[in-house]
């Protein structure tokens, strides 16, 4: 059992203080020594690797950047230059359809144009047979209606 100390003699100082001060000391050294020098060499080096990690992540987090705009801007570009080729095409195949206009409407003015001139042609000539003709076919019909020949 322990003994019990009153209050004044748990204050007074006597010789177990100054051993257990040394006893202290000595603990400290040797912990320091064994213990609290490599851990505290091995959390520098883990602080250490650990900004070292951080500053390569944050310079990889930059290229990355770097490269993400540059392919933006490459497909930024890339969709424009595939505009200008596509109004370029649209421009040339407007005007290709407009050649191919201007030839079929030129070209049907021109059969449309032989055809009005072979019909008058060919409408002239039978006027003119049917004029040479009329008088035959009067003939005809007057002979079919009077039942005789008429005189010319």
Request: proline share 3%; hydrophobic share 45%.
């Amino acid at each position: 059992m322990i003994p019990m100390l009153s209050g004044t003699e748990a204050l007074q100082l006597n010789g177990s203080l100054f051993v257990v001060s040394i006893v202290f000391i000595l603990f400290h050294l040797l912990m320091r020594r064994l213990l609290y020098r490599p851990l505290f060499g091995v959390m520098e080096e883990r602080d250490r690797l650990t900004e070292g990690k951080q500053a390569q992540a944050g310079h990889s987090r930059q290229q990355v950047q770097e490269l993400l705009g540059r392919y933006e801007a490459a497909i930024k570009e890339a969709k424009q230059t595939g505009f200008q080729q596509i109004e370029k095409t649209r421009a040339a195949t407007l005007a290709r359809q407009g050649e191919l206009l201007a030839a079929a409407h030129a070209e049907v003015d021109h059969v449309v144009q032989a055809a009005t001139t072979d019909l008058s042609e060919t409408t002239h000539a039978l006027k003119q047979t049917l004029a040479a003709e009329t008088p035959e076919i009067a003939r005809l019909m007057a002979r079919q209606i009077l039942g005789r020949e008429s005189r010319p």
